[in-house]
């Protein structure tokens, strides 16, 4: 779907016509179960916010004011979604990585990437606010900085910023480690 014909859809939605809110979330919401599942990597969990995120959508289209592109809007909305399931439900996330992974989309499963990605998860939920949403964007949907920056409402260098941090800290759990896996961030 072209931009302008997303726009028209949106402002349809936004006047209160239904079956162009219906297929604008149609249209978006592969991208909405995928961020979720990103977010929390558990697929029960994903539907959960996924299902808060469609309400919402439909609840604050008519705040979306064409300012940015809708995908950056949708993810922040999916984000503050996630981030308002995970204090109402009180859980922790990533606590089976089993339940993280998509089989189908992780083809090299061995055992020292599978902890390697443990430790990532969970050097991720200790890290300041933010810095979890940085690399979910730019190397789980593949923004740019700059479209992350935009998603995030902060500045590029911000999000340089937090993945240079990310890269210390992933560095220094290396050298703890027998140096034995690597991840390019």
């Known amino acids: ?5 997303q726009q028209g859809l949106i402002r349809a939605a936004q006047g209160g016509d239904g079956p162009a809110f219906a297929q604008l ?10 961020f979720a599942y ?3 990597g558990n697929k029960a969990d994903a539907e959960d916010i996924t299902q808060q995120a469609c309400i919402k959508l439909a609840q604050s289209l008519g705040q979306f004011r064409f300012e940015a592109a809708f995908s950056s809007w949708l993810y ?5 979604c996630a981030k308002d399931w995970y204090k109402s439900q009180n859980r922790h996330m990533h606590d089976n990585i089993d339940d993280w992974i998509e089989p189908e989309r992780t083809p090299d499963q061995t055992a020292e990437n599978r902890i390697y990605l443990q430790q990532l998860l969970r050097l991720l939920d200790q890290m300041a606010e933010g810095f979890k949403e940085t690399v979910l964007l730019v190397h789980g949907e593949g923004l740019s900085h700059a479209e992350a920056a935009t998603v995030l409402q902060l500045k590029e260098s911000t999000v340089s910023w937090r993945l240079h941090e990310i890269r210390k800290q992933l560095q220094l759990l290396q050298q703890q480690s027998d140096g034995s896996w690597e991840l390019s961030l």
């Open 76 to 80: 922040r909305l999916v984000i503050n």
């Open 1 to 5: 779907m072209s931009e302008a014909d």
């Open 25 to 34: 979330l149609t249209d978006s919401y592969d991208s909405i179960y995928r």
């Open 38 to 40: 990103r977010w929390c």
